[in-house]
C-alpha cells in the first residue's frame, strides 16, 4: 500500500528539488551571461583605448596626436561644439578624407567627441558607466551605441588610419561582435 | 577632373587632378600668388584662405572639395584698393610687414577672426590665430587685429 | 671721377649717374705686428668694426635712379630687401637730397645684368649704413644735374634754381623732373661728389616712415622669389639625401615616371630630380622615387655634443689682455658652462629658384642674399660668362642669414639647360630643414675672478664649428685665424683689467653658417649670464655691476653704453626681486658699433616659461628711419624668444630630427610678450641694427628665470625640467 503521505512528501521534494534545481540553473545561465558581458567589455575597452579611439575622446580640451598620444601642437583646443575653432576649426585643416599630399588625416565630421565622454583617466567601471549613460553618451540607446562604434565613418576611420599610425587592436568585425556580446549580455561593468 | 567654382567673384572651371591641394590651383592654374606655400602640412598658415567663409589651410584642401563653393584669397578680401578690408587697412596702418611672406595667410585668419569675435581681447587673438611669422611682427599684428576691429565697429556703427 | 654725358633716347625713361663713392678700404692693420696678435687684433677688427659694408667701388658701378614718365623716383637697391627694411631706409636718402617726399620714390631690385648688385651681399646688419653715404651722393648728384638742365631750359643760373617736391622751380616757372628730362637731350653731371644736407637739416632722414613695400605686401601683390611665372615653365624637384653625407646607391624612379604629368626623370652628374608639369604632380612623384642610401656614420646628436666641446679641434687665441693666468693660479674661481644648440633658419619662403636658358644666357629668379655669388656660382657650373648669367632678385621671404649660400640654384640652372625650359624648382619644407646649413652648436667655458667686488680677470673659451671661414679668401683665413662669425663677440668688452678668450674651432658632420646675430647669440647668452652670475656672488645689483665694469674711457661704447642702459632701466622699471609671479632679467651687448640693453620679464606657469614683457633699447648711431628700427628690434626679440625657448635642431638616426614646424616649434602669436623699444642715438654715424638686438633677448630672459626660480639655466633652449 502506497503511503500518500510519502507520496506527497516525495511529490513535494521532487519539486523542491526541481525548483531548487531549476532556479540553480537560471541563476548559473545569469553567471555566464554576466561573464560573457565581462569578457566582452574588455575586448570593447582594448579598442576604446587605443589612441585611435582615445585621442578624440579626451577628458580635458585638447585633442591628443599619434600612437605617442601627445597634444595636438599649435595650441588647438576643443572649442564650443567640439570642432575647435571659432576661428580655426578642425575643417581648416581637416577634410573628409586622409589627405594624401599633406599628410594631414581627416574623415567625416572630424572633431572630438563631447567633453561628457571624455574617457581618458577613467576606472573601467567608470568607462563602461559614461558608455551606458544617456545622459553622457548623447542619448544612445544600445542600438545607438552600436551604430555609432561600428558604421560612423570617423569611427571606422580607426581601422583604417593611413600612414604609419597604428589600428585598434581589434579588428572591425570583432570588436562588433564583443559590443553586442557585452550589451546583449547584460551591458555588464566590473564593480 | 572638371571643378567649377567662384573665386574672387569669378566664376572658374578647371580640368586638374581632382586632389591637387587648393594651394597649387590658386598659384600655379590661376596665378594668384597672394597664397603662400610655408609647410605643405597645414601647420603655418602661410596658404589660408576661406571657402564659403570658412578659414582653411589651402595645402591640405583637395582642389575637389571646392566645387561649387566660393574661395577667396587675399586678392579678393577687399572689394578695391579704395575701399580696403579693415584688415589690410588696419595691417597698413600698423605698418606691419617685414618679408611679408606670411602676411596674406595672417590677414586672412584675422578677416575670420573678427567675424567670429569682433571685439578681440590680446588672448582671443593670441589662442585663434596659430599661423607663424618668422620676421617677428606678431606684436604689430595685434595691434593690427584690434585696429581692424576698431575700424570695423565705426564702418558698421 | 669721370663725367659721363648720357643721351637719353627714350623719353620714358631715364638714366642717370655716375657716382661710386665707396666706403670700405680692406687692408687693415696687417704687417705692424707678429704673427699670434696679427690674428688676434685683425679678429678684433673684424669683430667691432663695421664690417665691409659696401663693396661697390672697385667696380665703379652706379646706383640707377630713374625718373618715370609719371615723376616717380625710381631707385634700383643693390641690397636685397628680406624685410629689414632697406628699401624704405634707402628711398628716405633718396628723399632727403632731392627733397621729394618718400612717397614719390620707389625701390626695386638692381639686376646683376646691370652690374649693379653689391659683391658682397646682403647682410651682417650692414645696408642701410652702406648705403648712407653712396645714395646720398647719387641723388645729390642728380639734384645738380636737374637743377643744371633746368637752368639750361630757363636759361637762368642753377643757382637759382629750386629742386624740390618733385620739381624744379624758378620764379613762378616749374618743371616736374620728368618734363626736365624730354626737354633734355644733354645731361651735364657735375664732376666732383657733391656737398650733401647736413644732420641738422634732415627733413626726412630720421622721421618714422612706414615702409615703401607696405602697400604691395599688405594687398598680396609683393612677388616672391617663387612666386614668378614663366610661360612654358616646368616644375623640379630634386630628391636629396635624408641622411647626412648620404650617397646614392641605387635609385627606382619607375613608379615616379608612370605618374600622368611627369616629363622627365633626371639623374646625372650628382642631380636626381622629377621634373613635371606642375607642382603637385612633381612634389607627388618625386615621393615616389625609392632610393637606397650609403651612410658613411649615422650621426646621432650625442656624437655632436661631444664634438662641440672646448678643448677640442683648432685652438685659437682671439682675446689676450694682461694676465688672467696668474690670477687664475690662486684664490676663488667662479666657472660655469653654457650650451646652445644649432639652428635652423626656417624662413617662411622655402628656398627656390627659377632658371631660364636661352641661347647661352641664363636668367635667375630668386630670393638671395648673396647674387653676386650665385652669379659665379652659376657662371662656372654652366661654363658660361659671368655676363651672361643674370641674377634677378626677388623679394626675399626671409632671410636671416639662410639665403647666403643657396644650393638650389645651381640644380635649377642646370636643368633649365639640359631641358631647355624654364625651370620652377622649389624646395618642400622638409628639405629646407634638412638639406640646408645650419647655425652651429656651442659649448662655452666661463671662468672669473671677484676681488673686492671687482672681476680682476675673466675667461671665455668657446667651441663651435665655423660659419664664414670657409668662404673667406686664403690670405683673410690666415690672418683672422678664427672664425669672424662663429666667434663673434666671444671676447669680453668689459673693462676687466686681465681677460681672454679662445675659440676652439671644430668640425660637424653638416654644413654650418651664418644666422642671424651670427655669433654672438651663443656668445651674449654665455657671457652676459655668466656676468650675472658674477654680479650675483659678487652679491651686486646686475645693471650696477655691469655699469663698474664698462669704464673704458678709449671705447666710445662705453659711454653710449650707459646711457642706453640707464634709459632701459627707467622704461622697465628695473628691480631685482619677485613681483606677481614674475621676475626681470637683463643683459647688454656691443655688436661692432651698436649697443643694445634688454629686460626680460618672466613668468613660469606649470613649468613653462613665457617672456611676458621685454624693453629693449639700443643706440644704432644715426637713426635713419626710427619706425625700421623698431620693426628690426621688435623682429629680434621675437626671434631671439624663440631661440631661447623652443628651437633646437637635432641629430638622430642620421638625420636632422626636425622635419617641419612641428619637429621645430618656433614663437607663435600666443608667445607675444608685450614690448616697449627705447631709441637713442648716441653717435652721427650710421651702425647696424638687424642683428645687435637679438644678442640680449637670450641672456636677460634666462637671467630673469634665475631671478624668479633660483635656476640657474645654462643650455638653450631654457627648459625648466
Known sequence: MINLNKVKLFIFVFFAVALYSFSSLEYKDNDSKADKSLEA??????????????????????????????????????????HAGPVQMCSTCHQDENNEYSLVPGAPHWGLAPKSMGWEGLTDAELGAVLLDTTMNGNRSPEDLVKHMSEDALVLWAWEPG????????????????????????????? | MKISFKINGDQKTIDVDPNMPLLWVVRDELNLKATKYGCGKGMCGACSLHVDGKLHRSCSYPVKFAEGKAITTLEGLSKNENDLHPVQQAWIDENVPQCGYCQPGFMMAAAKLLQEIPNPTTEDIKQNISNICRCGTQPRIIKAIKRAAELNNAKTS | MSTKNKSLKNSSRRQFLNVGAIIFGGSVIVGQFGCGPIQRKT????????????????????????????????????????????????????????????ENITVVHAKTSSGLIDPLGTGGSTSTAGLFKPVREAAATMRLALQKAAANIWEVPENDILIQDGKASYQEQSLKFSEIISQTSKWEIPKKSPKLKSHESFKYIGKDTKRVDLK?????????????????????ILIQSPYINGQVKSVDASA????????????????????????????????????????PKKWEQKDLD???????????????????????????????????????????????????????????????????????????????????VDIQCAFLGGGFGGRFYLNQIIPAAKLSKKLKKPIHLLCTREQDFMNNYYRPGSHHILKGKIENGTVVAAQHDMASDDMVFDYLPKIAQSL?????????????????????????????????????????????????????????????????????????????????????????????????????????????????????????????????????????????????????????????????????????????????????????????????????IVLHSGSEE??????????????????????????????????MS
Not at chain 1, 578624440?56 to 564650443?80: T, Y
Not at chain 1, 597604428?166 to 556580446?181: C, D, G, H, I, W
Not at chain 3, 672697385?58 to 625718373?67: G, H, P, T, V
Not at chain 3, 642683428?691 to 627648459?719: C, D, M, Q, S, Y
Request: with cysteine; charged share 25%.
Open chain 3, 686 to 719: 650710421v651702425f647696424g641694427v638687424g642683428e645687435p638686438p637679438i644678442a640680449p633677448i637670450a641672456p636677460a630672459i634666462a637671467n630673469a628665470v634665475f631671478n624668479l626660480t633660483g635656476k640657474r639655466l645654462r643650455t638653450l633652449p631654457l627648459k
Open chain 3, 306 to 388: 661631444a664634438i662641440i666641446q672646448v678643448g677640442n679641434g683648432k685652438f685659437e687665441s682671439i682675446q689676450k689682455e694682461g694676465n688672467v693666468k696668474k690670477h687664475f693660479d690662486n684664490g676663488e674661481i667662479i666657472e660655469a658652462t653654457y650650451r646652445t644648440p644649432a639652428g635652423a633658419h626656417a624662413f617662411m619662403e622655402p628656398k627656390g629658384a627659377i632658371a631660364d636658358y636661352k641661347d647661352g644666357k641664363i636668367t635667375i629668379i630668386t630670393g638671395t642674399q648673396q647674387p653676386n655669388r650665385d652669379r659665379t656660382e652659376i657662371a662656372k657650373a654652366l661654363g658660361l660668362k659671368k655676363d651672361n
Open chain 3, 256 to 295: 615616379a615616371k608612370a605618374v600622368s604629368g611627369v616629363e622627365h626623370f633626371i639623374n646625372e652628374n650628382g642631380i636626381i630630380a622629377i621634373v613635371a608639369k606642375n607642382r603637385y604632380t612633381a612634389e607627388m612623384a618625386a615621393r615616389k622615387v625609392k632610393v637606397e642610401w650609403d651612410v
Open chain 3, 43 to 102: 679678429f678684433q677688427y673684424f669683430d667691432s668694426n663695421e664690417a665691409p659694408v659696401m663693396g661697390l667701388g672697385k667696380f665703379n658701378a652706379d646706383f640707377w635712379l630713374q625718373i618715370l614718365e609719371d615723376n616717380t623716383i625710381q631707385l634700383s637697391s643693390p641690397k636685397v630687401e628680406m624685410g629689414q627694411g632697406v628699401f624704405t631706409g634707402a628711398a628716405l636718402m633718396v628723399a632727403e637730397e632731392l627733397d621729394t617726399n618718400p
Open chain 3, 216 to 236: 604691395d605686401k599688405v594687398l598680396g601683390k609683393a612677388i616672391f622669389g617663387i612666386d614668378h611665372h614663366i610661360e612654358g615653365m616646368l616644375y623640379a
Open chain 3, 480 to 676: 683672422i685665424g678664427a672664425d669672424p662669425s662663429t666667434a663673434h663677440g666671444a671676447f669680453f668688452n668689459y673693462s676687466f683689467e686681465n681677460k681672454y678668450a679662445n675659440a676652439h674651432r671644430v668640425e660637424t658632420p653638416y654644413i654650418t653658417g651664418i644666422w642671424r646675430g651670427i655669433g654672438i647669440n651663443a656668445t651674449s647668452f654665455a657671457k652676459e649670464c655668466f656676468m650675472d652670475e658674477l654680479a650675483h656672488a659678487a652679491n651686486a645689483d646686475a645693471i650696477e655691476f655691469r655699469l663698474k665694469h664698462l669704464k673704458d674711457d678709449k671705447d666710445e661704447r662705453h659711454e653710449r653704453m650707459h646711457k642706453i642702459i640707464e634709459l632701459v632701466k627707467e622704461k622697465a622699471g628695473w628691480k631685482t626681486g619677485k613681483e606677481k609671479g614674475t621676475a626681470k632679467g637683463f643683459a647688454c651687448a656691443m655688436d661692432r658699433q651698436t649697443v643694445v640693453a634688454g629686460i626680460a620679464e618672466v613668468e613660469v606657469i606649470d613649468n613653462k616659461i613665457g617672456v611676458t614683457k621685454f624693453t629693449l633699447g639700443i643706440d644704432p648711431g644715426l637713426i635713419v628711419n626710427p619706425e625700421g628700427v623698431r620693426q628690426q628690434c621688435e623682429g629680434c626679440i621675437m626671434m631671439g624668444l624663440s631661440n631661447t625657448l623652443y628651437e633646437n635642431l637635432t641629430l638622430k638616426n642620421g638625420q636632422v630630427e626636425n622635419t617641419n614646424f612641428h619637429k621645430y616649434p618656433v614663437a607663435m602669436l600666443s608667445d607675444t610678450p608685450e614690448i616697449e
Open chain 1, 41 to 82: 567589455f574588455q575586448t570593447v575597452l582594448e579598442v576604446l583605448r587605443s589612441p585611435r579611439c582615445m585621442n578624440c575622446h579626451p577628458s580635458n580640451d585638447v585633442p591628443k596626436v599619434g600612437d605617442d598620444r601627445h597634444a595636438h601642437l599649435f595650441g588647438v583646443v576643443r572649442g564650443a561644439d567640439d
Open chain 1, 163 to 191: 600612414g604609419e599610425r597604428s589600428t585598434p587592436p581589434v579588428p572591425l568585425n570583432e570588436f562588433k561582435a564583443a559590443l553586442r556580446t557585452w550589451l546583449d549580455n547584460g551591458a555588464k561593468v566590473p564593480e
